[in-house]
């Protein structure tokens, strides 16, 4: 089982930047691949960004050059620094991480950009 929970996630101006944060419990946090998705009220939840267990990142068009992916093992942390905030960025943010076969959930995080 993998636990995990997000923070970081408030009210910013437009053009303003937050740094989510996902905590991860267990022991395979190192050989699993890291997301985070959002979504945004009456619409679908939608894949941001990825890293995987080696350090590879993938980002949506969306957020590609505003958005960074990281993760510290030493920690069992997972990052996402967003700059350059939009309004059309408002959504609840979610970690998710891939042990093997297998996908888990955090609980969300909320962020909303004002105009």
């Known amino acids: 089982q993998v636990q995990l929970v997000e923070s970081g996630g408030g009210l910013v101006q437009a053009g303003g930047s937050l740094r989510l944060s996902c905590a991860a419990s267990g022991n395979s946090f190192t050989t699993s691949a890291m997301g985070w998705y959002r979504q945004a009220p009456g619409k679908q939840r939608q894949f941001i960004a990825r890293?995987?267990?080696?350090?590879?990142?993938g980002y949506a068009d969306s957020v590609k050059g505003r958005f960074t992916i990281s993760r510290d093992n030493a920690k069992n942390t997972v990052y996402l620094q967003m700059n350059s905030l939009k309004s059309e960025d408002t959504a609840v943010y979610y970690c998710?991480?891939?042990?093997?076969?297998?996908?888990?959930w955090g609980q969300g995080t909320q962020v909303t950009v004002s105009s």
């Open positions: 998710n991480a891939l042990v093997g076969p297998n996908s888990y």
């Open positions: 890293i995987s267990s080696s350090g590879t990142t």
